[in-house]
């Protein structure tokens, strides 16, 4: 994080050489009321800025008006105020992990003044069950909290780096989301900085409106500063399987025709589950592995499993069975060594991604799973590209996710019985993203919808950003049938578009 070095005085003299007088003026009066107000501010001038200004998806490049690092909420609304005194020039993102696929963290657009949370950090065990945390926030840190003061858990996300706000704002979804549901559906109250520079208490029964649509679409809304979630007790036995298989399109279209018809017929909430699929770098060879965790004893897990195993038919070619506790599964799943996210650096990848979240009404035909494997069996092997595959079950019986009905959020996706992310990055993780990388992955999407009736309808995983979507798209496959009310509770809390983004309500 860099200071701000540059005086007023020098922003004003500046001002009356510059030709494009008006947007010089818009900026530095911005700054100087943030800096009048006392919070610390990163201008473009700053040193340190094009650091702070990096987005985790570094397909993207963003300037901001200002980047600021609140201490509190009071500060957080004292931003949104001298932004709002822009009439309308300067948008507001919050950041708080800034792991948006499309850079939304950082507004998603030149000109933002982004909000970066990363200083606020509280986070309190109460007595009732419950804690209370800041959106600065990251997962890992959360998660070793809520272990360390009395064996409590969350359901939510594996990148430890991921942070609290964007995640909860979207959905959040982890391995023990179908025990416990997505960290929305944990969520008892919120804290949330209005576009008028409010500081408002939103929950059930305070501002239900807001609620409601801070579950799902917080970035439009406003700026959630602190949530209170329900946490549980955390399993003692936690069991992290892989069965994987190297097979040809044929058997591999087997194999997810198997995981399709267990995730929707027997799959108990206990269990977190996926197909993941990953590169061969062999024509005509499919890399897939089911993967997850129960969390339960070995003996009920056995049970649990064998169905699955017995409708794939073919022996996996290596499989792991381990059992963990709590924390230990965590940092195995997080792939990091720790869920201390200030003992490591972040990283950082260069990537498009999509999402196809299966509806459990209208599930894949085997032609639809066949021309998929067909697909990535050649072009998965050709292409320039890292790429993987991951099919989530979210749904299914007994799933905490499912239980929700689907009007009780913003998060719309209710009947999803799993999602699909499709995710090809550049192969040392640093721009350029290779030039067939955007064809390579819409094509796999392709690949199946096009093998569907033309009336088939899914969805998408609002957290999987997909800023190449129609905002026809993105507002049916986010929001679905609820989106109007979404628009309508919008003109009350923000109502001239203070926060904006690419893909924000009403936009
Ligand atoms: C490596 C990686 C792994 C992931 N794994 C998972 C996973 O296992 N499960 C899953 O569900 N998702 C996962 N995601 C997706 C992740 O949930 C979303 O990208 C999420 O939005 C990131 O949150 P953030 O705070 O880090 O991002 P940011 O870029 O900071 O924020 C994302 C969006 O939310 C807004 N926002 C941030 N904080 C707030 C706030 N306090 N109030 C209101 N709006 C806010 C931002 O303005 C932006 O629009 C993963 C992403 C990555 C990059
Ligand atoms: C930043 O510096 C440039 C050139 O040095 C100047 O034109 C501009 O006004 C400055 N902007 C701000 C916001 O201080
Ligand atoms: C915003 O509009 C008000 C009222 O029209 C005006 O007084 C103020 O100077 C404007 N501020 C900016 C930064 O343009
Ligand atoms: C993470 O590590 C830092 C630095 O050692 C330490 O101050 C902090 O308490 C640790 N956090 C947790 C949640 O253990
Ligand atoms: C799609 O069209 C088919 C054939 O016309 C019809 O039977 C089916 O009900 C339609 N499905 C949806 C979801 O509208
Ligand atoms: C959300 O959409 C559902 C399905 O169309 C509808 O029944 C419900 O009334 C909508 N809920 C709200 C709160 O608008």
């Known amino acids: 994080m860099g200071f701000l070095h540059s005086s007023i005085r020098a922003q004003v003299l500046s001002f009356l050489v510059v030709a494009n007088a008006a947007s010089t003026w818009g900026a530095s009066s911005l700054i100087s009321c943030l800096q009048s107000a006392g919070i610390n501010t990163v201008s473009p001038n700053t040193s340190g800025f094009t650091q702070d200004a990096l987005a985790f998806n570094r397909r993207f490049e963003y300037t901001p008006a200002a980047i600021v690092f609140p201490q509190s909420a009071q500060d957080v609304a004292a931003a949104v105020k001298c932004a709002a005194a822009s009439n309308g020039t300067v948008p507001v993102a919050a950041r708080s992990g800034g792991h948006s696929y499309g850079a939304f963290g950082l507004g998603g657009q030149d000109g933002a003044l982004v909000v970066d949370l990363s200083q606020m950090k509280n986070i309190v065990v109460n007595s009732d069950e419950t804690a209370t945390f800041q959106t600065g926030n990251r997962l890992g840190d959360v998660a070793l909290a809520l272990f360390n003061n009395g064996g409590r858990a ?45 500081i408002v208490q939103a929950s059930a029964s305070t501002n239900s409106d807001l609620f409601w649509a801070i579950r ?66 062999q024509k005509n060879v ?32 290596s499989k792991s069975v381990k059992t963990y506790a709590w924390v230990p599964s965590l940092v195995e799943l997080g792939g990091i060594n720790t869920l201390n996210t200030s003992l490591s650096g972040d990283s950082h990848d260069t990537f498009f991604a999509k999402s196809l979240m299966v509806h459990e009404d209208a599930l894949l035909t085997t032609t639809a799973i066949r021309g998929f494997f067909d697909y990535i069996g050649n072009q998965g092997a050709s292409t320039d590209t890292s790429w993987f595959v991951l099919a989530d079950l979210f749904g299914g019986k007994g799933s905490k996710v499912r239980a929700v009905s689907n009007d009780d959020t913003a998060y719309s996706q209710r009947k999803g019985l799993y999602n699909f992310q499709m995710y090809a990055s550049s192969s040392n993780s640093q721009p350029p993203f290779p030039a067939d990388g955007l064809d390579f992955v819409n094509n796999m999407l392709t690949s199946i919808t096009s093998k569907m ?50 893909q924000s309500i009403g936009s």
């Open 154 to 198: 969350l359901a939510h996300g594996t990148c430890p780096y991921v942070g609290s706000g964007g995640h909860a704002g979207c959905g959040g979804f982890g391995l023990a989301s179908r025990m416990w549901g997505l960290v929305l559906d944990q969520v008892e109250s919120a804290e949330v900085v209005l576009a008028d520079g409010s």
């Open 286 to 317: 499919i890399s897939i592995t089911l993967t997850g965790v129960y969390y339960g004893s070995t003996s009920a897990f056995n049970k649990v499993i064998a169905p699955l195993l017995s409708a794939v038919g073919v022996s996996p070619q």
């Open 453 to 502: 009736p033309s009336n088939w309808s899914f969805g998408a995983y609002a957290c999987y950003t997909d800023p190449t979507l129609t905002p026809a798209q993105w507002k049916s496959q986010y929001y679905g049938d609820n989106y109007s009310r979404l628009v309508s509770i919008h003109s009350k809390y923000n109502p001239s578009s203070l926060f904006r983004y690419p």
């Open 216 to 281: 799902g679409a917080s970035p439009s809304f406003g700026i959630v500063t602190e949530y209170k979630v329900k946490t549980h007790a955390a399993p003692a036995s936690n069991i992290i399987f892989s069965y994987s298989y190297s097979v040809n399109p044929a058997t591999a279209t087997k194999i997810f025709t198997a995981f399709q018809t267990f995730s929707q017929s027997s799959a108990p909430p206990e269990l977190g589950l996926q197909a993941s699929i990953g590169q061969s770098g």
